[in-house]
């Protein structure tokens, strides 16, 4: 059975759910996940996990990279192209060195209001689904860390253009990046492109369009990432053949030495068994089973 990860180039104008389908339909697997939702409008790395392997996506690593183009004085209801234009103001007079002062505000952990237009729930509903309906609410504030901006390039003229390369961590919107420097700038601003240079641990240089992926299974190349491969920012532990018997059989097991509380499990032979988590109890340090990947 195909299991393991896939690191999709994901195509403009396509749903991460999209993608889904068609890997499903590619791979005759009813079993296929994606981690981090991109936009339609947005391109690049979608990591997939095939099979077992959706058991796994929760372990991830959450650093995103990304290329964006963020277009000055123009402002809409979507915070990128994709929406109405609510305000349109040229500004020429804007200088790369202002932008340069007020990308600085970005930087480090700071507070970001999402978009409407995104599939945060509030009260059970998609905040897009409320927007569509016309129905004002606003998405609660949230703290996410900006590890790095680079500028990239700038483009002057009515609408000036910026392109940038941000390191982040997870739940960061690039469109509201776009959005709040507009409002610090006080010109506007929206997203005028985006593409997905890394997530999870998966980089753009390694991934595979959807005709890629169709290519190699016509010629038989294609293999998934193995399901551990992604998941090296982890601790490990190898246990014994009979330590790992029992512990895939849901015994916890006690151990002796000071290690991170999840940890990938090795068999002796070097077969990935699962994910275990390190408990304090009276009784002393135990690994416990978390999620046991294959049985022993």
């Not at 309906?133 to 996410?144: D, F, L, N, T």
């Not at 507009?182 to 506007?188: A, C, H, R, S």
Request: glycine share 8%; hydrophobic share 40%.
């Amino acid at each position: 059975m195909t299991q393991g990860f896939l690191n999709l180039n994901k195509p403009f104008d396509w749903t991460s759910h999209d993608c889904v389908a068609r890997v499903r339909k590619l791979l005759r697997l009813k079993r296929v996940g994606h981690a981090g939702t991109l936009d339609p409008a947005a391109t690049g790395v979608l990591p997939m996990a095939l099979g077992k392997a959706t058991r796994l996506l929760q372990y991830l690593p959450g650093k995103k990279a990304y290329k964006a183009t963020i277009r000055l004085g123009v402002q809409t209801t979507t915070d990128d192209l994709q929406g109405e234009v609510m305000t349109s103001q040229p500004c020429t007079g804007l200088s790369l060195a202002t932008v340069k002062t007020a990308l600085q505000q970005f930087k480090g952990k700071i507070t970001q209001i999402p978009p409407n237009y995104s599939a945060i729930q509030v009260q059970g509903k998609r905040l897009y689904d409320l927007a569509r309906k016309g129905e004002k609410v606003e998405a609660p504030s949230r703290i996410i860390e900006v590890f790095q901006i680079e500028i990239l390039d700038w483009r002057e003229g009515e609408f000036p253009e910026l392109d940038v390369a941000i390191a982040c961590g997870a739940g960061t919107y690039i469109r509201a990046i776009a959005r709040d420097l507009g409002t610090v700038l006080e010109t506007g601003g929206t997203l005028a492109g985006l593409t997905r240079t890394e997530s999870s641990g998966f980089h753009l240089t390694d991934s595979l369009t959807l005709s890629d992926l169709e290519a190699q299974l016509q010629t038989g190349e294609f293999q998934p990432l193995i399901p551990d491969a992604p998941l090296q920012h982890l601790a490990q532990i190898t246990l014994p053949a009979d330590a790992a018997q029992k512990w895939c059989q849901g015994q916890r097991l006690p151990l002796n030495v000071d290690i991170s509380d999840t940890l990938l499990v090795y068999h002796e032979d070097g077969r990935f068994v699962g994910i275990g988590k390190v408990i304090n109890l009276d009784s002393g340090v135990m690994l416990t089973p978390e999620m046991v990947f294959e049985p022993i």
